[in-house]
């Protein structure tokens, strides 16, 4: 049975840090069924929140989310929050 996750992800803000994240949650076999992206006050920063389904441990995408080099901050919402 597919799990749903909500992702909070804190990046630099670059053109291409959505396509880079999108295709992440593509190869790692999630399908998006939400995102929303907010810029920081002095606009050099953003928060997305990226809402997802997969039979997949969530943790593999958190883990690969974290290692782009624009990410400063990939955490898990507790399922209450979602």
Not at 11 to 32: Q, T
């Amino acid at each position: 049975m597919s799990q749903s996750h909500t992702l909070l992800i804190n990046a630099d803000d670059k053109p291409e840090l959505l396509e880079r994240l999108l295709r992440i949650v593509r190869h790692r076999g999630f399908r998006l069924t939400s995102l929303d992206m907010h810029h920081s006050d002095n606009g050099n920063a953003v928060e997305i929140t990226l809402a997802v389904q997969s039979d997949r441990p969530v943790s593999n995408l958190q883990t690969q989310l974290d290692k782009l080099w624009d990410v400063s901050r990939v955490r898990l919402l507790p399922q209450e929050q979602q």
